[in-house]
């Protein structure tokens, strides 16, 4: 069986005291399935290599024999999977000469964009839905130096806009429909596989705007293609259902939902992600709020794991799915978190309400609140 070469940098003698990287980043690591060549200058953040963690507790969940475990994408330098696009897409763009980049977004990709236009020394642009973007997204733009535009319209409007813009202006577009940031997004496939030793059985993801389950399925047909991996994986995909386009077969014009980060209703990868399910012989389904939000809670409580509330569709979906299908004994089950749950503070907090309303600095009074 022959194996890709997998090239590996140069690793200089580090100062007295420092340890050099273990970790090269994305590009490096998986140059061989990448578009890069001796010219590209990598811009890279060490993205990747996010742990792939047991879920011991929420497993049982799923019946006898099934292993279920969770891959923490909020991990990455941004708190989220964009950051594998973005070191593509901005290393790309940077070899092609670019100054400037743009990309609409609910949050996510905006901040990834921002961070890499600050390591690169370039300008950035975002343009978000007004209101519908979690506080901790929005910080973290402003905070890299992006030039942010809030609009009074949806995730869907601002990507129209940002199109045109691009193809009228020196400015280069870094949403997904830019398939370098498939490509660096597929490395997530390529770790999972890493981790497990073997791809999983069933592979659960969320879907937005659908660049992800695309760019998963990528992945696994090039790992296996290479003799990385023997088999593929059952694809599931779960959009929130007030932004299901896909399940309903037909745009949304006001998507709604609690999950800000797959509020989208007119997905720009919906045919990659229709191919990823019937290749793959897998579902896209819709999930509720309160599924998304009562994955959420337990993910907390019962594995000690922190996602937005986005992240958590794809577990919403899997534990929904267990209920109506039962999955075989002995099968291996992944669910992609996608994001960090301090991206959302807001509505962390208000899952638990009451929690900050203040009491006596009084010993006796705490410890009887307490039931102590």
Not at 109 to 134: C, E, K
């Amino acid at each position: 069986m022959t194996h890709p070469t997998i090239e590996h940098p140069t690793v200089q003698t580090p100062p007295r005291g420092l340890q050099p990287a273990r970790w090269p980043g994305l590009i490096e690591r998986y140059r061989a399935f990448l578009p890069v060549d001796a010219n590209t200058p990598v811009i890279s953040l060490n993205e990747g290599n996010t742990p792939l963690v047991a879920a011991s507790r929420l497993q049982r969940r799923l019946g006898a024999d099934v292993s279920l475990y969770l891959k923490l994408e909020g991990a990455n330098p941004t708190g989220s999977f964009k950051d594998r696009g973005m070191t593509m897409a901005v290393s790309k763009a940077i070899e092609a000469g670019s100054q400037a980049l743009i990309c609409a977004s609910t949050g996510n990709t905006s901040a990834s964009m921002a961070a890499y236009a600050a390591r690169a020394g370039v300008r950035s642009f975002m343009l978000v839905p007004h209101g519908y973007v979690a506080l901790g997204k929005l910080a973290q733009g402003l905070h890299y130096g992006a030039t942010v535009i809030s609009i009074e319209g949806n995730f869907d409007q601002a990507l129209q806009i940002v199109r045109e813009l691009a193809q009228t202006h020196p400015v280069t577009l870094v949403n997904s429909v830019n398939p370098h940031r498939i490509a660096g997004q597929q490395t997530g496939a390529f770790e999972v596989v890493d981790q497990l030793g073997e791809a999983p059985d069933y592979l659960a993801i969320p879907v937005g705007n659908a660049g992800n389950i695309t760019a998963y399925w990528r992945g696994f047909e090039a790992y296996h293609a290479a003799g990385l991996a023997r088999r593929k994986p059952v694809m599931l995909g779960f959009q929130a259902a007030g932004a299901a386009p896909i399940v309903l077969g037909a745009p949304v014009a006001k998507p709604e939902t609690i999950a800000t980060a797959i509020r989208i209703g007119n997905p720009a990868s919906w045919c990659c992600a229709e191919y990823a399910r019937q290749a793959s012989r897998g579902a896209i389904a819709a999930v509720t709020d309160a599924e998304i939000l009562a994955a959420y809670d337990a993910l907390a409580r019962e594995e000690g794991i922190f996602c937005e509330p986005a992240s958590a569709a794809s577990l919403a979906g899997v534990l929904a799915r267990a209920q109506r299908e039962p999955f075989p004994p002995g099968s291996t089950v992944v669910c992609v978190l996608t994001g960090n749950g301090l991206k959302d503070p807001d509505t962390a907090i208000g899952q638990v309400p009451g929690t900050l309303t203040p009491v006596a600095a009084d010993v006796a009074a705490i410890g009887r609140l307490l039931g102590l």
